[in-house]
């Protein structure tokens, strides 16, 4: 049955917010008016800013999406601005975020967003509705009540990890919280109506709450100011919550990949279909390696394959390994040499030589980044000799 939430507990929860919780504008610069001060009731956010940070932070934590909101905001100040982007820009700005798709994702939210009326800073043309957001690429229910909560302190709750592993614990809840969605939505919605008026702080609050303090390892349940209505706490398993499945093995996977140079000192990159992962960024061509299979001939097979070119497998440039979350890959890279053919887009968008110089104005996957810094090593030491 519900979680019974009572008044009192949602008030201590409040007070220790206003002492303790992250209510500093260098830590939510979007949370904040432009005169720096916490929002009152009445007041209203920018919203574009809280859209920007509430997508961010979707799959990432706070500290790990501040320099790229900041960064964002400066490329993109305004919705019209991210809504008329290219889409090469917008990832480009996105990268080493990861989960590339939130950028497109957002790219095309914006440019619905202004056809509904909403432009720059002013929020009286955005929409209000929960349903007209959720129409929106990419934003779901959590989602889009955290920025209605945010930018316009709607009474809407929010379900985020930290969210769950709260209510988890405070309800020593017996099976893993995506198992029973509809119950932990419920019990977070009780707590909204138990803080009428201030949604905007209850659900930062929780969200502070699960970040500092009821964390998924040592947790501080001594300080918290809900200890005293914790089932978890009170048997002294509070580590035992949330309730998870048990761990899977990740499948892996060895990646020959082929940093092809041209008689003319460029280097070859494609770029990826936009269906899946890491869909639109660059990369450097290759290919899964076959059982029993030599690495230099993965390379070689998997560039004609998928480009129609003959190359020489040359010296080893650099191995990444880079871990995903299905999935666990180590990426053998070697230097190639142009032989024949014309490069032809079989498996991909399109593909370009360019000069190496010129591979930072490209969006790359994070793994892809070391191969890029390898390759600017490799022509350093060329020079050097």
Same mark, same amino acid.
């Given at each position: 049955?519900?979680?019974?939430?009572?008044?009192?507990?949602?008030?201590?929860?409040?007070?220790?917010?206003?002492?303790?919780?992250?209510?500093?504008?260098?830590?939510?610069?979007?949370?904040?008016?432009?005169?720096?001060?916490?929002?009152?009731?009445?007041?209203?956010?920018?919203?574009?800013?809280?859209?920007?940070?509430?997508?961010?932070?979707?799959?990432?934590?706070?500290?790990?999406?501040?320099?790229?909101?900041?960064?964002?905001?400066?490329?993109?100040?305004?919705?019209?601005?991210?809504?008329?982007?290219?889409?090469?820009?917008?990832?480009?700005?996105?990268?080493?975020?990861?989960?590339?798709? /939130? #950028? @497109?994702?957002? =790219?095309? +939210?914006?440019?619905? !967003?202004? $056809?509904?009326?909403?432009?720059?800073?002013? %929020? *009286?043309?955005?929409?209000?509705?929960?349903?007209?957001?959720?129409?929106?690429?990419?934003?779901?229910?959590?989602?889009?009540?955290?920025?209605?909560?945010?930018?316009?302190?709607?009474?809407?709750?929010?379900?985020?990890?930290?969210?769950?592993?709260?209510?988890?614990?405070?309800?020593?809840?017996?099976?893993?919280?995506?198992?029973?969605?509809?119950?932990?939505?419920?019990?977070?919605?009780?707590?909204?109506?138990?803080?009428?008026? /201030? #949604? @905007?702080?209850? =659900?930062? +609050?929780?969200?502070? !709450?699960? $970040?500092?303090?009821?964390?998924?390892?040592? %947790? *501080?349940?001594?300080?918290?100011?809900?200890?005293?209505?914790?089932?978890?706490?009170?048997?002294?398993?509070?580590?035992?919550?949330?309730?998870?499945?048990?761990?899977?093995?990740?499948?892996?996977?060895?990646?020959?990949?082929?940093?092809?140079?041209?008689?003319?000192?460029?280097?070859?990159?494609?770029?990826?279909?936009?269906?899946?992962?890491?869909?639109?960024?660059?990369?450097?061509?290759?290919?899964?390696?076959?059982?029993?299979?030599?690495?230099?001939?993965?390379?070689?097979?998997?560039?004609?394959?998928?480009?129609?070119?003959?190359?020489?497998?040359?010296?080893?440039?650099?191995?990444?390994?880079?871990?995903?979350?299905?999935?666990?890959?180590?990426?053998?890279?070697?230097?190639?040499?142009?032989?024949?053919?014309?490069?032809?887009?079989?498996?991909?968008?399109?593909?370009?030589?360019?000069?190496?110089?010129?591979?930072?104005?490209?969006?790359?996957?994070?793994?892809?980044?070391?191969?890029?810094?390898?390759?600017?090593?490799?022509?350093?030491?060329?020079?050097?000799?």
């Amino acid at each position: 049955m519900p979680l019974e939430i009572a008044v009192p507990s949602t008030q201590a929860l409040l007070s220790w917010w206003e002492n303790e919780g992250r209510r500093d504008p260098a830590q939510k610069p979007w949370m904040f008016k432009a005169d720096g001060l916490w929002p009152e009731p009445d007041d209203a956010l920018d919203p574009y800013g809280v859209l920007v940070a509430e997508v961010m932070l979707q799959q990432t934590q706070l500290q790990v999406v501040l320099p790229y909101w900041t960064r964002w905001m400066e490329r993109f100040p305004q919705l019209d601005a991210l809504a008329e982007a290219d889409e090469q820009d917008v990832l480009l700005c996105w990268q080493g975020l990861g989960y590339y798709s /939130r #950028a @497109r994702r957002l =790219n095309a +939210a914006a440019g619905m !967003l202004v $056809a509904m009326g909403a432009s720059g800073a002013d %929020p *009286s043309g955005w929409p209000r509705a929960l349903d007209s957001w959720l129409a929106l690429p990419g934003i779901g229910r959590s989602t889009a009540g955290g920025i209605l909560s945010s930018a316009f302190n709607t009474p809407l709750a929010i379900l985020d990890g930290n969210v769950r592993r709260v209510l988890a614990r405070l309800q020593a809840h017996p099976t893993p919280p995506m198992r029973a969605q509809a119950q932990f939505w419920l019990w977070s919605e009780a707590l909204i109506a138990a803080a009428p008026g /201030r #949604a @905007r702080d209850c =659900n930062q +609050a929780l969200m502070d !709450l699960g $970040a500092t303090l009821c964390t998924p390892r040592n %947790p *501080s349940c001594g300080i918290c100011p809900w200890s005293d209505h914790c089932a978890a706490y009170a048997a002294g398993t509070s580590e035992a919550y949330p309730v998870t499945d048990a761990p899977r093995s990740l499948p892996f996977s060895v990646i020959g990949v082929g940093v092809v140079l041209n008689q003319a000192g460029e280097v070859l990159i494609d770029q990826r279909l936009n269906e899946g992962l890491l869909g639109g960024l660059w990369e450097f061509p290759g290919g899964k390696q076959e059982p029993e299979e030599v690495i230099t001939d993965t390379i070689a097979r998997e560039l004609r394959e998928e480009l129609a070119i003959e190359v020489a497998v040359d010296q080893e440039l650099i191995t990444v390994d880079h871990a995903y979350s299905h999935k666990k890959l180590r990426f053998i890279v070697h230097l190639c040499r142009w032989v024949s053919g014309e490069p032809q887009p079989l498996a991909s968008q399109q593909v370009l030589w360019v000069k190496p110089e010129e591979l930072g104005k490209y969006p790359f996957p994070a793994a892809n980044a070391r191969i890029i810094e390898a390759l600017h090593g490799h022509f350093k030491e060329l020079a050097a000799t």
